[in-house]
């Protein structure tokens, strides 16, 4: 991990914990399971998304779950900006509405390739990996430099869906393009 990394994942991911292949370091995607977290902290959604102060941030896996457990671990009993955070896993596309942040996996960018210009909603965070997927629409991209998670962050998908995205997160970001085609 990059010390900016280090610093915006905080104290997320728990301590003590052990894989085989390197005790004590974080998957691949326990990583990015704690940077959906931090995203969720460092994203202003537009008016009118949520009706209650109190809803839920609906983080939504679209496609095959590459977070294994991860993602329920690390948000389990976590709020950001004052809402609970729940984890959906949503069908398709159209079964996302109601989803802030929705992750698109590997497996869905490949049977959809233009999925994130098909989630372009006004208060709708989309993440994927690489950089492709900011080109064609998504909002955040992780990228892997180095071994180490990095991100993309799209300015012209993020303006789309109204969201604002702290000066913090920004300088952290690997790059910042805007790239993404418009929806027809």
């Given at each position: 991990?990059?010390?900016?990394?280090?610093?915006?994942?905080?104290?997320?991911?728990?301590?003590?914990?052990?894989?085989?292949?390197?005790?004590?370091?974080?998957?691949?995607y326990?990583?990015?399971?704690?940077?959906?977290?931090?995203?969720?902290?460092?994203?202003?959604?537009?008016?009118?998304?949520?009706?209650?102060?109190?809803?839920?941030?609906?983080?939504?896996v679209?496609?095959?779950?590459?977070?294994g457990?991860?993602?329920?671990?690390?948000?389990?009993?976590?709020?950001?900006?004052g809402?609970?955070?729940?984890?959906?896993?949503?069908?398709?596309?159209?079964?996302?509405?109601?989803?802030?942040?929705?992750?698109?996996?590997?497996?869905?960018?490949?049977?959809?390739?233009?999925?994130?210009?098909?989630?372009?909603?006004?208060?709708?965070?989309?993440?994927?990996?690489?950089?492709?997927?900011?080109?064609?629409?998504?909002?955040?991209?992780?990228?892997?430099?180095?071994?180490?998670?990095?991100?993309?962050?799209?300015?012209?998908?993020?303006?789309?869906?109204?969201?604002?995205?702290?000066?913090?997160?920004?300088a952290?970001?690997?790059?910042?393009?805007?790239?993404?085609?418009?929806?027809?």
């Open positions: 991990l990059t010390l900016a990394a280090a610093i915006l994942l905080g104290s997320v991911l728990p301590a003590g914990r052990a894989r085989a292949q390197d005790p004590g370091k974080p998957s691949e326990e990583v990015k399971a704690a940077y959906l977290l931090n995203f969720t902290r460092y994203v202003e959604w537009p008016a009118g998304t949520f009706e209650h102060p109190d809803d839920p941030i609906n983080i939504c679209l496609g095959r779950n590459p977070f457990t991860a993602l329920e671990r690390i948000l389990e009993g976590q709020t950001s900006q809402h609970p955070l729940r984890v959906r896993y949503p069908d398709g596309p159209a079964d996302a509405r109601g989803c802030q942040l929705t992750y698109v996996s590997a497996q869905e960018r490949r049977l959809r390739p233009d999925v994130a210009l098909a989630l372009d909603h006004p208060g709708v965070l989309t993440v994927g990996d690489g950089e492709e997927f900011a080109r064609r629409g998504g909002i955040i991209a992780f990228t892997l430099v180095d071994q180490t998670v990095r991100f993309v962050v799209n300015l012209g998908a993020r303006d789309r869906g109204g969201l604002r995205i702290s000066s913090r997160m920004l952290l970001a690997n790059a910042v393009v805007d790239t993404a085609p418009r929806r027809r």
